[in-house]
């Protein structure tokens, strides 16, 4: 039974360019999140998705931010035109529903900008 | 907002003895679940205990173990004869229903042989 699966562990982006990072739930977890941990720091919340649905993104930047989880396939955040502020490292988890039961974690995604 | 503070920013604890960090949560809700998550050097979020706020009796996962004061909005966690395995950053949370989690700014926690 696999576990939150993120990809790529590892993104080496210059400033300007595209960072894609995906995440596929545990098998039968409809609901998904995504968390940024900066270096020394602990885990900020960016947003919170069901399928074909955004339920909560007041932890994501207005601009240059976004993140989807279609009906099919993995959730995508995506962040245009990088900045080095962006380096960080991004990690995304699920949960069966929307109560109380546990949110598991991917191993995260780890975005550098040069 | 919910908020969590943990106030313990580093702690240290000699192989096999006792140690008890520290966590603090702000909310007006009744209903709502506390979690211990503990990440280590490979930076993966491992769950580590959870509490349901109705419940009364604290919460116990082997060497684990909380003590929950709700009145106090308090969530402390005991780990007890330590291993150097426990070595790792320690994230106090809270989450409510239909709500994501919200995470502390972590304890670093350093097992001395």
């Known amino acids: 039974n696999a576990g939150v699966m993120q990809n790529p562990r590892h993104l080496v982006r210059r400033r300007g360019q595209e960072a894609r990072l995906r995440c596929s739930p545990m098998?039968?977890?409809?609901?998904v999140y995504w968390y940024r941990q900066l270096p020394e720091e602990g885990l900020k919340f960016m947003v919170y998705l069901q399928k074909e649905n955004i339920i909560d993104e007041s932890g994501m930047p207005k601009e240059r931010f976004s993140a989807e989880f279609p009906k099919e396939g993995p959730s995508i955040l995506r962040i245009q035109q990088v900045v080095r502020g962006d380096s960080a490292a991004y990690f995304c988890?699920?949960?069966?529903?929307?109560?109380?039961?546990?949110?598991?974690f991917g191993e995260g995604s780890w975005l550098t900008v040069v | 907002a919910q908020t969590v503070t943990q106030s313990q920013p580093e702690m240290s604890v000699q192989e096999a003895e006792t140690v008890t960090l520290s966590c603090t949560y702000d909310t007006s809700e009744s209903d709502y679940y506390l979690f211990w998550y503990k990440q280590p050097p490979s930076r993966q979020m491992i769950l580590v205990i959870r509490?349901?706020?109705?419940?009364?009796q604290n919460a116990t996962e082997n060497r684990f173990s909380v003590n929950f004061q709700k009145a106090a909005k308090s969530f402390s966690l005991k780990i007890s004869d330590s291993q150097l395995g426990d070595a790792a950053m320690y994230f106090c949370?809270?989450?409510?229903?239909?709500?994501?989690?919200?995470f502390g700014a972590g304890t670093r926690l350093t097992v001395k042989p």
């Open positions: 509490q349901e706020a109705y419940k009364q």
């Open positions: 949370a809270y989450r409510r229903n239909n709500n994501d989690m919200r």
């Open positions: 988890a699920s949960s069966l529903d929307m109560s109380g039961n546990t949110i598991y």
């Open positions: 098998k039968g977890h409809s609901h």
